[in-house]
């Protein structure tokens, strides 16, 4: 595949204020040029580490569906992470113990981001069986910060100018959300006449071509053992940096593990009685 998506982002809806405390200036400049740099490319051998992402350049948006229980809003697939994979396939996980904050709502708060808590809040749940991860949604944000996000070479503290505590944290949730906002997976998938059901089930194929068709690169489509979808990776090159960096599409390495044929897309198994989702609480 040739062609990418180039994703520009309109950072218009949530803002932040950084807080007055300042270091002094360090590496944190990046030139225009350096700006450019697209990650896994070969000038990116030889680029900053605070300008480009390096030596994990390979950015996978990942989304989960879950049916059983019914999480999320509507049959929308939920947020589960960003991360950066090295670019040849393996990846780098904890890479700073001591930046492993937790309490990330009251971080995100505290860096005047209670809107993006809330959207959040809606639509980046945990499903343990699917993430690994036991416990709150939170704690799934936690966890999903200090696997990858700490792994990420522009968001470590040098890289800032005018770094403020926890700041780089804050900028990883901002774009990880962001770039979620901007991959509607359901809406991709039912415009093409694949839509959640009990009893159709579709071929691999179709569901890829038509990820392809919408976004301009394959992603990794993912199933469980019973071979129902649940599982999405969009995956990007990263062209400067995390925060205000343009991700640019491209086919995922990383081979479906879901049958040819016989997919299957389940309807979200809601109560009857009334709106409570499991799940839900912060
Ligand atoms: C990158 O470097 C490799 C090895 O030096 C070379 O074979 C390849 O053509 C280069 N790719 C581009 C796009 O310049
Ligand atoms: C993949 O790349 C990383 C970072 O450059 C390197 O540390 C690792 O050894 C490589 N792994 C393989 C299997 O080549
Ligand atoms: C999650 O909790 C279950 C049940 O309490 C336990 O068996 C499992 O080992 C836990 N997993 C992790 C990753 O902590
Ligand atoms: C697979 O299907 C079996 C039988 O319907 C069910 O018990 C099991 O929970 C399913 N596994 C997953 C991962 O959904």
Redesign the pocket.
Known sequence: MSWTAVLCFAWTLFTFTPSTTSSPLSAGFCSIEEQHVLSCSNSSLTAKSCCTETPGGLMILAQMYSW?PALGPGDTWLMHGLWNDYCNGSYPADCDPKRAYTDIPNLLSSHHQKPLIKAMAKSWKNDP?ITGVNGTSPDLWAHEWSKHGTCMSTLSPACYPHYAPKLEAVDYFKTAFQLYLTLPTHDYLSDCGIVPSASATYDLADIQSCLVYATEALPRVGC???G?L?ELWYVYHLRGRVPHGRFEGTDSPTKSNCPAHGVKYLPKARAKTGSKEAGSKL
């Open positions: 059983e069986p469980d053992k019973n129902t649940n």
